[in-house]
T-cell receptor, first 109, second 116 residues
Framework: AQRVTQPEKLLSVFKGAPVELKCNYSYSGSPELFWYVQYSRQRLQLLLR??SRESIKGFTADLNKGETSFHLKKPFAQEEDSAMYYCALRIWDTDKLIFGTGTRLQVFP | DVKVTQSSRYLVKRTGEKVFLECVQDMDHENMFWYRQDPGLGLRLIYF???????EKGDIPEGYSVSREKKERFSLILESASTNQTSMYLC???????????????FGPGTRLTVT
């Protein structure tokens, strides 16, 4: 069965500390993975997708097919990074996204 | 800029009422989605639609129906609201044409529904 697991409900760090939000997936097909972010009082929006191999707001995520992971990383957290982060898996040849349960990142000053 | 709007930010209804949640997008997107967002459960897909009058069940369609009479509008209907349908409801849309960002879903601001 397709599944996305985000093991941490809450991750708290101090400003300037490295951040890693974990995401593991279970899927027999070719995975396409995304990170979505929801800042306080804002709508959910795409942060990055693995196909683009880009860095957005200092965040990167590498797809590791061997470990079936797509962890989100940032070397130096900022207070404005505080938000809810969702990892999502697209089911191949459909529009369906399977979301994880989300991780709330709190960055303290 | 893609704009997805939802008719209400907050809604309070009584058990057994019929509830309509409306979603409108202004970018001529073919695909539209309804999710519910619950703490600890993340986002779960209720229904989606590929085109006008087309609909497909998502992962949790029970207790819900949808309507898509016009391309820009996708309605979620709770035939007889129950307390376990108290939740945040998110609508999203996506362009179904080849482009580098074609699999990005654009979300509305959400409707927080409380059923008492």
């Amino acid at each position: 069965a397709q599944r996305v697991t985000q093991p941490e409900k809450l991750l708290s760090v101090f400003k300037g500390a490295p951040v890693e939000l974990k995401c593991n997936y279970s899927y027999s097909g070719s995975p396409e993975l995304f990170w979505y972010v929801q800042y306080s009082r804002q709508r959910l929006q795409l942060l990055l997708r693995h196909i683009s191999r880009e860095s957005i707001k200092g965040f990167t995520a590498d797809l590791n097919k061997g470990e079936t992971s797509f962890h989100l990383k940032k070397p130096f957290a900022q207070e404005e990074d505080s938000a809810m982060y969702y990892c999502a898996l697209r089911i191949w040849d459909t529009d369906k996204l399977i979301f994880g349960t989300g991780t709330r990142l709190q960055v303290f000053p | 800029d893609v704009k997805v709007t939802q008719s209400s930010r907050y809604l309070v209804k009584r058990t057994g009422e019929k509830v309509f949640l409306e979603c409108v997008q202004d970018m001529d997107h073919e695909n539209m989605f309804w999710y519910r967002q619950d703490p600890g459960l993340g986002l779960r897909l209720i229904y989606f639609s590929y085109d006008v009058k087309m609909k497909e069940k998502g992962d949790i369609p029970e207790g819900y129906s949808v309507s898509r009479e016009k391309k820009e509008r996708f309605s979620l209907i709770l035939e007889s609201a129950s307390t376990n349908q108290t939740s945040m409801y998110l609508c999203a849309s996506r362009l179904d044409r080849g482009s580098d960002r074609s699999y990005e879903q654009y979300f509305g601001p959400g409707t927080r529904l409380t059923v008492t």
